[in-house]
T-cell receptor, first 113, second 115 residues
Framework: AQSVTQPDIHITVSEGASLELRCNYS??????LFWYVQSPGQGLQLLLK??????LVQGIKGFEAEFKRSQSSFNLRKPSVHWSDAAEYFC???????????FGTGTRLKVLA | ETGVTQSPTHLIKTRGQQVTLRCSSQ?????VSWYQQALGQGPQFIFQ???????GRGNFPPRFSGLQFPNYSSELNVNALELDDSALYLC??????????????FGPGTRLTVL
């Protein structure tokens, strides 16, 4: 079955520290991969996406993610976290040629001043 | 350019009632998807509408139904509400083709509480 795992439910980092959020997926074919961010009371905002090509993807707000096929991972990184990055982050996958996104359970990020 | 809008923002219903949630897609988008996000969970795909036809469905019972109108806006209807239907309902619109490769733009959601 297709699935997405975000192993970390909560992560706390200090402002200015680096960040890595983990995402592992289980999918038969090469998937489309996404990272979304959700602030309280808000919908989901796309940070970045991977379809093909360069496995290191740059997104908005200084985020990047690396697709590692051998590890079935698509981890999100940011070199220096800002207090405004505190939110919930969701990894999602979709199969090429289909319509359905499968989301992970999310990682809640807390940023300490 | 207007983004995806949803109404109402919040809704309280009792068990057994019926509810209709509404979504206006982003300009130029003819595909609308609906997701249910229970507290502490990721969004779960309910179904998608493309050119006024259901284009795919997740693991939700038939009491979850939808419509898409010629202007591409959409409704989600839930009959015989159950307590477990309490959730944030998200609508997402995307560019033509309806394929997953197209980015989905999400609305702010409707928070449904079933008592």
């Amino acid at each position: 079955a297709q699935s997405v795992t975000q192993p970390d439910i909560h992560i706390t980092v200090s402002e200015g520290a680096s960040l890595e959020l983990r995402c592992n997926y289980s999918y038969g074919a090469t998937p489309y991969l996404f990272w979304y961010v959700q602030s309280p009371g808000q919908g989901l905002q796309l940070l970045l996406k991977y379809f093909s090509g360069d496995t290191l993807v740059q997104g908005i707000k200084g985020f990047e993610a690396e697709f590692k096929r051998s590890q079935s991972s698509f981890n999100l990184r940011k070199p220096s976290v800002h207090w405004s990055d505190a939110a919930e982050y969701f990894c999602a996958v979709a199969s090429q040629g289909t319509y359905k996104y499968i989301f992970g359970t999310g990682t809640r990020l807390k940023v300490l001043a | 350019e207007t983004g995806v809008t949803q109404s109402p923002t919040h809704l309280i219903k009792t068990r057994g009632q019926q509810v209709t949630l509404r979504c206006s897609s982003q300009s130029g988008h003819n595909t609308v998807s609906w997701y249910q996000q229970a507290l502490g969970q990721g969004p779960q795909f309910i179904f998608q509408y493309y050119r006024e036809e259901e284009n795919g469905r997740g693991n939700f019972p038939p009491r979850f139904s939808g419509l898409q109108f010629p202007n591409y806006s959409s409704e989600l209807n839930v009959n015989a509400l159950e307590l477990d239907d309490s959730a944030l309902y998200l609508c997402a619109s995307s560019l033509p083709t309806g394929l997953a490769g197209n980015e989905q733009f999400f609305g702010p959601g409707t928070r449904l509480t079933v008592l």
